[in-house]
């Protein structure tokens, strides 16, 4: 047998038929090269057609209507019937369908229609699981076979998981993603799908076509505003998450950053550049709020996360590097170019994209741990601040940047304040 038809059927339409007796009609849009339909609209015996909601940005939304298709409530025979055909990769003539359901329509000779039926008890298989409720069917003159279902649930992608994932708690958190460029878009998406409630991207630059190659927009965005096209992205693909665009630069709008700290739960700067990520460092200490740093430096060769927890105990983004160089070891901070040509220099030597994606990732995981942690949700809990990953490392640096190995993680933990640092000592 060819690949059997796929019919996507949205929960609007369950809705429907669950509410209705007997039989009803469907209109679909199709494509025969795909063998999907996806249903656009249904009828019932109370009811003119009733138009459903389209799926945002579907490919079947723009393929050719396809009038006419039929769906059925059917007693527990067809649930078996169905189950049986799947079993055995067969199909049934008409005739003996029609027996089972007497509502079938005929299809007129030399066309065929699609059907969904849907059984509201069906019998047992095995112990305490059921057959499904909701099938689908092609049906022709001459057979009937059974076709795969998939059934559209709407919104409900990262909620669903609750039970399994903390997903009502993370609903309620709100990020600040500063810098959406290669490392800050992966670490927005990962975000998204952690079931982040809220989240405010900031950058002032546009995307442009160097940008693509690394970036998770693509080149139909270039042009645009990095936050707005970010935005618009992450809107339809996880539409749960609630996000804000701001094309502002942290340093020349630190006045628009502060009040933007204050509702956040967290932080994750992703901007290059020693002067940003200090000023991110000093306002978010200043707001009593954790930041979770991610990078690149020596070209890709490693990649940087370092959390700053909002705790005394743990020194700032300078406390942080101050110690590095008291002790003989490298700071990053200036070897962190600005943006691979992002910014004002370009540089032709970067990190590939899955690299930086690698990196955003492991940020937003970080990010999200904290918060969790924060909650209190047991099994999250992440003690050290400070990772270092080696991608490809070439073994130029001194430590804690000296692992020879691809995939090496390093774990330190966070240093404590100096007593004379201006940003962890405040009135
Ligand atoms: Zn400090």
Not at 92 to 108: G, M, N, V, Y
Not at 134 to 157: F, H, K, S
Not at 296 to 307: K, N
Request: some cysteine; hydrophobic content about 40%; glycine content about 8%.
């Amino acid at each position: 047998m060819t690949s059997p038809w796929l019919v996507l059927l949205p929960s609007e339409a369950m809705e429907v038929i669950d509410l209705s007796y007997g039989w009803g009609n469907l209109t679909c849009r199709l494509s025969i090269p795909d063998s999907t339909a996806l249903i656009m609209a249904i009828s019932n015996e109370d009811s003119d057609r009733v138009k459903l909601n389209e799926a945002p940005e579907h490919f079947l939304t723009v393929a050719d209507w396809y009038p006419s298709g039929y769906w059925y409530r059917v007693d527990e025979r067809v649930a078996v019937l169905a189950w049986q055909l799947r079993a055995q990769d067969s199909r049934l003539p008409f005739d003996d369908f029609q027996s089972i359901l007497p509502a079938a329509f005929p299809p007129k000779p030399g066309s065929w229609y699609l059907a969904v039926t849907y059984c509201e008890e069906p019998p047992e298989f095995r112990e305490g699981e059921r057959l499904p409720k909701w099938n689908a069917w092609r049906i022709t003159p001459d057979y009937v076979e059974p076709a795969m279902l998939d059934i559209q649930t709407g919104a409900e992608l990262v909620t669903s998981l609750e039970g399994l994932w903390p997903a009502k708690l993370l609903e309620s958190q709100r990020a600040l993603v500063i810098g959406t460029g290669s490392i800050g878009s992966a670490a927005a998406e990962a975000l998204a799908s952690y079931g982040i409630g809220q989240m405010d991207l900031v950058d002032p630059d546009r995307l442009l076509f160097h940008n693509v190659p690394r970036h998770v927009l693509g080149r139909g965005d270039v042009g645009k505003m990095k936050v707005d096209a970010l935005h618009e992205h992450l809107s339809r693909e996880w539409p749960e998450t609630k996000t804000s665009p701001f094309p502002l630069d942290v340093i020349e709008n630190a006045d628009f950053i502060r009040p933007m700290l204050d509702i956040s739960d967290i932080v994750v700067c992703t901007v290059d550049g020693v002067e940003p990520r200090r000023v991110v460092s000093h306002l978010a200490r200043r707001a009593g709020k954790p930041v979770v740093f991610a990078c690149v430096l020596g070209d890709g060769q490693y990649g940087e996360i370092l959390r700053i927890r909002a705790l005394p105990e743990v020194g700032c983004l300078d406390c942080q590097r101050r110690r590095l160089r008291d002790t003989g070891q490298m700071d990053p901070e200036p070897t962190l170019d600005r943006g691979y040509g992002e910014g004002t220099r370009h540089n032709p030597m970067t990190a590939v994209g899955g690299d930086l994606h690698l990196i955003g990732s492991i940020a937003a995981k970080i990010a999200i741990a904290t918060l969790l942690r924060q909650a209190g949700e047991p099994g999250q809990s992440l003690e050290d601040d400070n990772l270092v990953l080696a991608l490809r490392p070439s073994g130029s640096f001194g430590p804690p940047f000296d692992a020879r190995r691809t995939m090496n993680m390093q774990w330190y933990a966070a240093t404590r304040p100096y007593y004379d640092c201006p940003s962890c000592h405040h009135a």
